[in-house]
T-cell receptor, first 115, second 112 residues
């Protein structure tokens, strides 16, 4: 069962505009959410995270929004740059000292920023 | 601060062989997790080690095993390789609490 879903396989945005990547989840026990960026043949690079007690977290051009009632989170990139072109993965976890921090990933969204 | 390192970066094996992959976490990190990425299944959790103990395991057969040493370095072993084991194997390290995990570059395993 897909507990984390990224329903848009790809997104194309003009340089300088906003990119909005979406993610839905089904497990209400998830308490930590992360976004990663990945280039081919490389490991994912951590971008930004948010815990379930917050609804927004900002870091430079990246903002993550969490809507717990809708089980939805989104990543906003403003302004978008050509170097942002990559695959973006949403991940979620339920943490406990006895069972650790297992990340459940979405399928990814390919972002293309056109110059 | 050095990042997560994985060796080797590329491996070619034949069916039935076994393979060992290595991961060195970021200094000070005590948690190491392993993930498999394939085109069909995406990124899937294999297992997590914290202070030399396996804390969690994903839905993979017993042919997949791992261990963690006292210096937090980790190894992953796959025995009796199958064609479907061809994948990018990623290692991630973290402090072990509710925090972000940082990934290494991965080991690309090809099984012929």
């Amino acid at each position: 069962d897909q507990q984390v879903k990224q329903n848009s396989p790809s997104l194309s945005v003009q340089e300088g505009r906003i990119s909005i990547l979406n993610c839905d989840y089904t497990n209400s026990m998830f308490d930590y959410f992360l976004w990663y960026k990945k280039y081919p043949a490389e490991g994912p690079t951590f971008l930004i995270s948010i815990s379930s007690i917050k609804d927004k977290n900002e870091d430079g051009r990246f903002t993550v929004f969490l809507n717990k009632s809708a089980k939805h989170l989104s990543l906003h990139i403003v302004p978008s740059q050509p170097g942002d072109s990559a695959v973006y993965f949403c991940a979620a976890s339920v943490w406990g000292m006895e069972y650790g921090n297992k990340l459940v990933f979405g399928a990814g969204t390919i972002l293309r920023v056109k110059s | 601060k050095a990042g997560v390192t994985q060796t080797p970066r590329y491996l070619i094996k034949t069916r039935g062989q076994q393979v060992t992959l290595s991961c060195s976490p970021i200094s000070g990190h005590r948690s190491v997790s392993w993930y498999q990425q394939t085109p069909g299944q995406g990124l899937q959790f294999l297992f997590e080690y914290f202070s030399e103990t396996q804390r969690n395991k994903g839905n993979f057969p017993g042919r997949f095993s791992g261990r963690q040493f006292s210096n937090s370095r980790s190894e992953m072993n796959v025995s009796t390789l199958e064609l479907g084991d061809s994948a990018l194997y990623l290692c991630a390290s973290g402090r072990g609490g509710l925090d972000e995990q940082f990934f290494g570059p991965g080991t690309r395993l090809t099984v012929l």
